[in-house]
């Protein structure tokens, strides 16, 4: 709570600190005086800063976000909206990224310096640095143009038409999972070197243990500590919307609307969206810690 | 600038069918609405609303064009006004008074009688609110209705561009009477027009035909508008059968693409036009020499051809060729030596600098500005480009923070919307800092000019002065450029860039 009161403070400050002239840019260039006095008075803009700010925060208390300025309807239909498309593409891109990371670095840290773990590190390496747009675009064009597999973007609710929903999914799925597995392949890659490494696993390997039950119960479970803490921020990352992937899949996500906010000086958009982010930051730092202490008895004591 | 309408990024796509047939080959599912002959249009982004009166955003007006009418329309070849729902009027002697008489037979999709009550609210609504286009009606007096058929509008002076100001896009819709009462126009519907609202979501906007259209009822049996931001996933979705129709195509791939007969690549000269300003507090580009210098420096057609692709017309005034109020006259021909000469006679020692604002809310400029840049570097001006938000930009423009910005003025039909605003002295747009009484006795004759050519004669006038004085700095009018399936027919792609699906027909 107390975060949040900081948090909603230092939101309010930055987006009216930003410059820039809603009332401007929803008139466009054409427009008379009194149109613009009219239009900036009904916004509420002519009010104090401070008066706008108390406003806003006892709205934002009973779950009312406001108005956008540019499309009329409330912030939370809006962000209402958007959330489904997000939470979906966020979770499709965890799945693929942890189906890339989890064997992809968990093998390379078996063999290092083997062939696969070069293979890992070009491929990681690769994950990292191409950019989500490029990649986007090449899959647009080899699998919607000239295969013809898959449509070439947009999203539909998985009620309505579930073969549907799954064909638009997965390539920026695939985009996402990819960038964000690159980062995890790394992590999992160190963990499990470190755990390797450890005493205990020496000790267990010197009793003689089956290597399969050294690596499960002594190598592994040690290391998802920091697996889990960097999906989680891989998470955070992916549920503020991932802007570009969204704007080339034509994906209505959270991204897309925070841009669109951010353009239009959109503030109780703008607001709304990132009070959100912090939320969801928040919640899933509190998942973190209570899977940790799932994870390792010692954090429970 | 974000004029009447911001601009689509226009830019056209090709069909290439691949594999499939028409449209089926790849699931489009999605919106759904409509029926099985339901025209998916590819467009570039989300209206941000749907009142008409309020939004002033291309892509709400690409939608709404389908679902309002208006009292009158540019004629999709030429422009010139014609009867929509007046289908007759006449003016008075003094040109103070207009009388309407409208369309009979006219219904709402809601199935209620069109009248002269919803005309008289629809612009009153306008006026007394102070909404966006209320500029529009400054020399408006009043606003009666004589009767259920005939409107009379009454006015302080003369206006000859009324019908231009009442007509030329769906801001000016007729709404019925207390809609913004009854309904919540930024997301409901209740127009005269050819389709009728479906649903509008983060994804698509679906029309549906409305049977009892004034005009017929539309060929096809309703439009989905699908939102695709980026070029090359449009015009792969136009490729592959997902959409039948789109205006967002990569502009280097226009040339490619008019070869190719499994697409359908139209272009037609716009009547946007795109130019530069230098600001007048800002020595030493107060000087006229130094503006004609700059001038004198610049080769338009490379410029355009930068930031079009070729798909753009170089043109030193601000009309474009087809218009009726075109004034060919081009007295820049790109002159190095003779810029250098200007700039020395001005006493101007180079280098020297200039800050030039563009915004990467219309990428083109960007890339052009660089090669305004190359040129001008020639003649010893060192350009500095500044890339900002257009938000910022706005700001900066507004408070008179730059040398100089590129900018483009869109969706102009009447030669007073080209000129007076920008040039006469302090005039709202004039943010250059423009002053030349000639220009402005011209611009105010022109303003109140009943007679077509002798209107044509006194702007022809003022542009040429304007031109020499460098007040701005024409560049070019970028072409509409529009892709359909082959096989579709009945659209027409128009210079005021208005998307009218009404006859429209799969193939």
Redesign the interface.
């Given at each position: 709570m107390v975060v949040l009161a900081g948090v909603s403070v230092i939101v309010f400050a930055l987006v009216h600190l930003?410059?820039?002239?809603?009332v401007?840019?929803?008139?466009?260039?054409?427009?008379?005086?009194?149109?613009y006095?009219?239009?900036r008075e009904r916004s509420g803009l002519d009010l104090p800063l401070v008066q706008q700010f108390f406003t806003w925060l006892g709205g934002a208390v009973t779950g009312d976000l406001g108005v956008s300025f540019?499309?009329?309807?409330t912030v939370t239909a809006l962000i209402a909206?958007?959330l489904p498309?997000t939470l979906t593409l966020a979770f499709a891109s965890i799945l693929v990224a942890l189906l890339i990371a989890i064997p992809l670095g968990t093998i390379s840290a078996l063999r290092p310096r083997s062939i696969i773990d070069r293979f890992a590190t070009v491929v990681s390496q690769f994950g990292i640095s191409v950019p989500d747009f490029w990649m986007a675009?090449v899959l647009?064009?080899v699998f919607?143009?000239?295969l013809?597999w898959?449509?070439?973007?947009?999203?539909?609710p998985l009620g309505?038409?579930p073969?549907?929903w799954l064909?638009?999914l997965v390539m920026p799925a695939v985009v996402t999972g990819t960038v964000s597995g690159a980062v995890i392949t790394r992590f999992v890659r160190s963990s499990v070197l470190e755990a390797i490494g450890a005493d205990h696993v020496r000790t267990a390997q010197a009793k003689g243990l089956p290597a399969r039950q050294v690596f499960t119960w002594h190598v592994l479970r040690n290391a998802l500590l920091p697996l889990v803490t960097v999906t989680g921020v891989q998470l955070a990352y992916l549920l503020s919307g991932v802007v570009v992937v969204e704007?080339?899949?034509?994906w209505?996500g959270l991204g897309?609307?925070a841009l669109?906010s951010?353009?239009?000086?959109d503030y109780p958009v703008l607001q709304g969206a990132i009070l959100l982010f912090a939320v969801v930051f928040l919640i899933i730092n509190l998942v973190v810690d209570l899977l940790y202490t799932a994870i390792d008895p010692r954090i429970r004591r | 600038?974000?004029?009447?309408?911001?601009l689509a990024l226009a830019a056209v796509g090709t069909l290439a069918l691949?594999?499939?047939g028409g449209g089926e080959?790849?699931?489009?599912?999605?919106g759904g609405g409509g029926g099985e002959d339901t025209l998916v249009a590819a467009v570039s982004a989300?209206p941000?609303?749907l009142?008409p009166h309020?939004t002033?955003a291309y892509a709400s007006f690409q939608v709404l064009e389908n679902v309002y009418d208006t009292l009158v329309v540019p004629d999709p070849e030429d422009l010139t006004m014609q009867p929509s729902l007046a289908t007759e009027w006449e003016t008075s002697e003094d040109g103070l008074e207009w009388r309407f008489t409208l369309r009979d037979g006219v219904t709402f999709h809601d199935g209620s009688e069109f009248d002269s009550a919803d005309v008289v609210y629809s612009y009153n609504r306008i006026i007394d609110?102070?909404?966006?286009n209320?500029?529009r009606f400054?020399n408006v007096e009043s606003v009666e209705a004589d009767g259920a058929d005939t409107v009379v509008i009454t006015l302080s002076q003369p206006t000859p561009n009324l019908l231009e100001r009442i007509g030329s896009f769906k801001g000016m819709a007729i709404l019925p009477e207390n809609a913004a009462e009854d309904l919540?126009l930024?997301?409901e519907a209740n127009g005269t027009g050819p389709f009728q609202l479906e649903s509008s979501?983060?994804?698509?906007t679906v029309l549906t035909a409305y049977e009892d259209y004034w005009d017929g009822a539309p060929s096809v049996d309703g439009v989905e508008f699908?939102?695709?931001?980026?070029p090359?996933?449009?015009l792969?979705?136009l490729?592959?059968g997902?959409v039948q129709w789109t205006d967002n195509v990569p502009p280097q791939r226009i040339e490619s693409l008019g070869g190719d007969d499994s697409v359908q690549l139209e272009t037609t000269p716009s009547v946007d036009y795109w130019y530069m300003s230098m600001n007048y507090d800002r020595p030493p580009f107060d000087n006229r020499d130094v503006r004609r210098a700059i001038s004198f420096a610049l080769d338009r057609e490379e410029i355009a051809e930068a930031a079009w692709f070729g798909a753009a017309e170089p043109n030193q005034t601000a009309i474009p060729e087809d218009s009726f109020f075109h004034l060919d006259y081009s007295p820049f021909e790109r002159d190095p030596e003779q810029a250098r000469q200007l700039l020395q006679q001005a006493g101007v020692t180079t280098p020297l600098t200039m800050g030039l604002m563009v915004t990467d809310?219309y990428p083109e400029t960007v890339t052009a500005a660089q090669v305004i840049a190359s040129q001008l570097d020639e003649v010893g001006i060192d350009v500095q480009i500044e890339q900002l938000?257009?938000?910022?930009w706005?700001?900066r423009q507004?408070a008179g923070e730059y040398d100089a910005f590129y900018l483009g003025?869109l969706g102009n039909l009447d030669p007073a919307a080209y000129y007076q605003?920008q040039h006469q002295t302090d005039g709202?747009?004039n943010y250059q800092g423009y002053s030349n009484p000639q220009v402005d006795e011209l611009l105010q004759q022109g303003a109140t000019e009943t007679d077509d050519d002798a209107r044509k004669e006194i702007y022809d006038q003022a542009a040429t002065i304007i031109v020499d004085d460098v007040s701005y700095l024409y560049l070019y009018n970028p072409d509409v450029v529009q892709a359909w399936a082959p096989g579709l027919s009945g659209y027409q792609i128009r210079a005021d860039k208005a998307i009218n699906f009404e006859n429209v027909e799969l193939p």
């Open positions: 930003v410059p820039g002239d809603p401007r840019l929803a008139l466009g260039t054409r427009f008379s005086q009194e149109t006095d009219t239009l540019r499309s009329g309807d909206e958007r498309a675009i647009i064009l919607a143009g000239t013809g898959l449509p070439s973007g947009g999203y539909v309505e038409d073969l549907g064909q638009r704007i080339v899949f034509s209505p897309q609307l669109q951010v353009q239009a000086r | 600038m974000r004029a009447t309408r911001p691949s594999a499939c080959s790849v699931d489009t599912g999605g989300q941000d609303q009142d309020v002033t609110e102070e909404l966006s209320s500029f400054q919540d930024t997301t979501d983060a994804s698509s699908r939102y695709i931001t980026e090359a996933a449009a792969t979705a490729q592959n997902e809310e938000d257009f938000a910022t706005l700001d507004g003025w605003e709202p747009n």
